[in-house]
């Protein structure tokens, strides 16, 4: 069978969250698969992270727009291939298309009611091509995949889409997340010691970055140690303007604005630290967590949406809106060398269970399905 995979992003250099899923299953597929016939579709980018193998055809399709691309490029560059079978892995996919579709519907949070406003004009454009885009192709798709038992009931009960539509398979992680010894030339690229608190802010409102940084100040009124807080994925102008809008501007010198860590170094940031926030308000699936828990590394972590499922349910779950909580799982983790530990070896235990030839078995599964 001719299988054609829309992977339009991942030549990009600064990549995130869905990128490095298509990726991965590629590159498992590769590993695993010697019978079908793979063409896998790019939009032209410095990082040429997969090559062309004998079963496995990169395909670069220039356009240039994102919709542009994805309705009109990816699908005339799939009938040129003659692909028997399109999957689509970044929740949209083209509206006028003849080939069989599936398609990873990650989350629908673009469909659901927000509780704030995303000041990110990159963001919204996304979420509005995406609440065009979704429903007139949630019908045509012969099979949806999403990413947790969470996902696949909310996505079930809110489009009412028919039984066994929705195919639910877990993420991986890439085993190049385990403990690392500390390295002064890499951790000194983003600060300049270990054995900090480690957050992956955005200006997304669903990351949670505000509670995070009120979390953080009321921290450190109570700790005796005040360890520092490293952020990434946010400019540090944004997290001047949340300082100075609840006051906390005192506590700037205590916090380091990383901006966009490379993956290579995140199994670096991740093992020196010491634990990592995930505070999001909702997640669909949640890859750092798997990251971070595979380098030895304490989590603080959600009681909302996926991550108890995929964290644990005696992981060091807080309510993510509510500070008081964050603040005092945080002390607890600096208090309590013994929960520390535990979380550390729970959270080693638990990412036995993920892997990205588990989640690739699965797709030539639903693959041969369709």
């Known amino acids: 069978m001719k299988i054609g995979i829309e992977a339009q992003r991942i030549f990009r250099h600064k990549k995130h969250g869905m990128d490095f899923v298509v990726l991965e299953e590629i590159k498992q597929l590769q590993k695993i698969d010697k019978r079908n016939e793979y063409f896998i579709f790019v939009k032209p980018g410095p990082d040429h992270c997969i090559k062309s193998s004998v079963n496995c055809h990169v395909i670069e399709v220039k356009c240039p727009s ?10 005339r560059a799939a009938k040129r291939c003659g692909v028997e079978l399109l999957h689509c892995t970044s929740n ?36 509005l091509y995406r609440r065009m885009v979704v429903p007139q192709i949630i019908e045509k ?3 949806i995949i999403t990413v947790s038992h969470f996902e696949e009931e909310n996505i079930n009960n809110k489009l009412c889409l028919p039984p066994g539509k929705v195919t639910m398979i877990y993420n991986g992680y890439n085993e190049w997340f385990s403990k690392r010894n500390y390295d002064a030339k890499v951790i000194g690229r983003y600060i300049d010691a270990p054995d900090y608190f480690f957050f992956l802010g ?24 005040k360890r520092r807080l490293l952020v990434a994925d946010i400019k540090a102008a944004e997290v001047d303007a949340i300082l100075k809008r609840y006051g906390m501007s005192y506590i700037r010198e205590k916090i ?14 991740y093992s020196s630290s010491f634990a990592f926030l995930y505070t999001s308000l909702r997640e669909s699936f949640g890859i ?8 030895g590394t304490a989590v603080v972590t959600s ?23 964050i603040a005092m799982m945080m002390l607890k983790l600096e208090t309590d060398d013994d929960f ?12 036995r269970l993920f892997s990205w030839r588990n989640t690739a078995e699965q797709l030539l599964g639903v693959y041969a399905s369709v």
């Not at 542009?68 to 990816?74: R, Y």
């Not at 009681?303 to 909580?325: C, Q």
């Not at 520390?340 to 990412?351: A, C, D, F, N």
């Open 303 to 325: 009681n909302t949406s996926s991550m108890p499922e995929i964290a644990g349910s005696n992981a060091a779950l807080v309510n993510p809106e509510d500070a008081d909580s």
């Open 141 to 143: 798709c012969r099979r």
């Open 66 to 75: 994102y919709p542009l691309w994805e309705q009109v490029a990816l699908p």
């Open 202 to 225: 955005n200006t997304d409102p669903k990351k949670n970055t505000e509670r995070t940084l009120l979390a953080y100040s009321q921290y450190l009124l109570k700790s005796k140690v």
């Open 92 to 127: 949209t996919a083209p509206v006028f298309c003849n080939i069989p579709l599936v398609l990873t519907l990650h989350d629908i949070i673009f469909l659901e009611p927000r509780g704030s406003h995303n000041k990110s004009l990159y963001q919204n454009l996304g979420r």
């Open 340 to 351: 520390r530990s535990r979380m550390i070896e729970q959270g080693l235990q638990r990412t």
């Open 256 to 269: 380091v604005v990383a901006g966009y860590i490379k993956n290579s170094d995140l199994p670096h940031i």
């Open 288 to 295: 750092p967590l798997l990251e971070a828990m595979a380098c």
